[in-house]
T-cell receptor, first 113, second 109 residues
Framework: SAVISQKPSRDICQRGTSLTIQCQVDSQVTMMFWYRQQPGQSLTLIATANQGSEATYESGFVIDKFPISRPNLTFSTLTVSNMSPEDSSIYLC??????????FGQGTRLTVV | GQQVMQIPQYQHVQEGEDFTTYCNSSTTLSNIQWYKQRPGGHPVFLIQLVKSGEVKKQKRLTFQFGEAKKNSSLHITATQTTDVGTYFCAGRSNYQLIWGAGTKLIIKP
């Protein structure tokens, strides 16, 4: 099983600023996934990050707002740019082993004021 | 687009009563997974079903995958306070996991 360290665990940010969330995996993985989860809601996939190529974004999410880095097979960052209160949410990184289970970081609870 | 519908959104039960959540996909799935998310936590994998008509049990939890590989259910017998949380199904279609909306299990005091 993969162990993912995600930080920060929570933050309160001013609108207009940016926050970078980091995820470190204890093993090499091909794809990493970034999700957003509004309180009481399901998981919404933001993008899939492959090492050495640009991330693939889902409908409704753009690179300018959510730039992603994937410098190697164990690490990725997601930046939430020019934040507004609507960006307040939980952000989760995830990896999957083969075609089986997904492992998640502990999540980043973001509040934009 | 591909969707996985999950119902109900909430279920309130007395401790000791049973709980069931259902998922239905608009397309045939290669597999379906179930996750539990405790309040304040992240989703944790419970099980994966792959075969048509598959039934798996984990103690008081019974998971089923439909014959057409489009629907699935999770049934908990005799709920306990430790079962509280939100249960998500996630269907695999191509390489992507498609998440259900989740069913929140609430134990009545």
């Amino acid at each position: 099983s993969a162990v993912i360290s995600q930080k920060p665990s929570r933050d309160i940010c001013q609108r207009g600023t940016s926050l970078t969330i980091q995820c470190q995996v204890d093993s090499q993985v091909t794809m990493m996934f970034w999700y957003r989860q509004q309180p009481g809601q399901s998981l919404t996939l933001i993008a899939t990050a492959n090492q050495g190529s640009e991330a693939t974004y889902e409908s409704g999410f753009v690179i300018d707002k959510f730039p992603i880095s994937r410098p190697n097979l164990t690490f990725s960052t997601l930046t939430v740019s020019n934040m507004s209160p609507e960006d307040s949410s939980i952000y989760l990184c995830s990896v999957e082993e083969g075609n089986t289970e997904a492992f998640f970081g502990q999540g980043t609870r973001l509040t934009v004021v | 687009g591909q969707q996985v519908m999950q119902i109900p959104q909430y279920q309130h039960v007395q401790e000791g009563e049973d709980f069931t959540t259902y998922c239905n996909s608009s397309t045939t799935l290669s597999n379906i997974q179930w996750y539990k998310q405790r309040p304040g936590g992240h989703p944790v994998f419970l099980i994966q079903l792959v075969k048509s008509g598959e039934v798996k049990k984990q103690k008081r939890l019974t998971f089923q995958f439909g014959e057409a590989k489009k629907n699935s259910s999770l049934h908990i017998t005799a709920t306990q306070t430790t079962d509280v949380g939100t249960y998500f199904c996630a269907g695999r279609s191509n390489y992507q996991l498609i998440w259900g909306a989740g069913t929140k299990l609430i134990i009545k005091p």
